[in-house]
C-alpha cells in the first residue's frame, strides 16, 4: 500500500489529506472535514488536472495582450505543452471575454479561452 499526504485546496480549511492507495487506485482518504476534500484527493493521487491562466498576444488591441484560462482543466503533466502553444499564439483584436482563441490545446480536449474582452486600438 502507498499513501500520499496532500492538502485540500476545495476551500480556505486546507485540511491535510492522506490518501492510501492500492494498485493505483484510491481506497481511502483521510483528514477531510467534508466531502469536497474526499472527492479532491481521489482525483488529486490519480488524475492531477490544474486550469492554466495565462496572456496571449493581442495585434491591433488597445493593450498588448489579453487574459486566458484553459477549459476545462488540463492533466497536470500536460501544462508545459499548453504554455508552449500559448507563447506561440497571437490573436487579432477585438476580443471578447469568453471567445475560444485556441481549440483543444497541446492536444488536451480543452480549449484557451479569453477571460477579459479586449478592443482595437484607435
Sequence with gaps: MD??????ICCPIGCGLRATLEAGQVVRVTGNTCPRGEAYARREAVSPMRTVTSSVAVEGGVRPVVPVKTVPDVPKDRIFPVMDAIRDLTVP???RAGDVLLRDVAGTGADVVATAGLDKAP
Excluded at 499513501?3 to 485540500?8: K, V
Design 93 to 95: 483584436a477585438p476580443v
Design 3 to 8: 499513501e500520499m499526504e496532500l492538502t485540500c
